[in-house]
């Protein structure tokens, strides 16, 4: 089994700052890809940033140059660094990895940005 465990989201004003983490535990083997999503209420879950094993990056254009995804491999650790943060930024964040052709996702952690 694989365990993701996503932390840091929270409650910022507009212009502020988070950090997300999310750790991988459990039968963890040559992990692909990891990544972050967003689902807001009454929306589909979003693909905002993507890290591959060589460290390629991408992400959605709602989040270029606000957003910066980085890993630790010796950790099997995602983070996702969110600056000048708007309200409709605001949705449950979730984490994401591939490992083969498996798919999984973490239980999201709540970001809310005030104006």
């Known amino acids: 089994q694989v365990q993701l465990v996503e932390s840091g989201g929270g409650l910022v004003q507009a212009g502020g700052s988070l950090r997300l983490s999310c750790a991988a535990s459990g039968s963890i083997f040559s992990i692909r890809s990891m990544a972050w999503g967003r689902q807001a209420p009454g929306k589909q879950r979003d693909l905002v940033a993507l890290i591959t094993s060589g460290g390629s990056t991408n992400y959605a254009d709602s989040v270029k140059g606000r957003f910066t995804i980085s890993r630790d491999n010796a950790k099997n650790t995602v983070y996702l660094q969110m600056n000048s943060l708007k309200p409709e930024d605001t949705a449950v964040y979730y984490c994401?990895?591939?490992?083969?052709?498996?798919?999984?996702w973490g239980q999201g952690t709540q970001v809310t940005v005030s104006s």
């Open positions: 994401n990895i591939v490992m083969g052709s498996f798919n999984y």
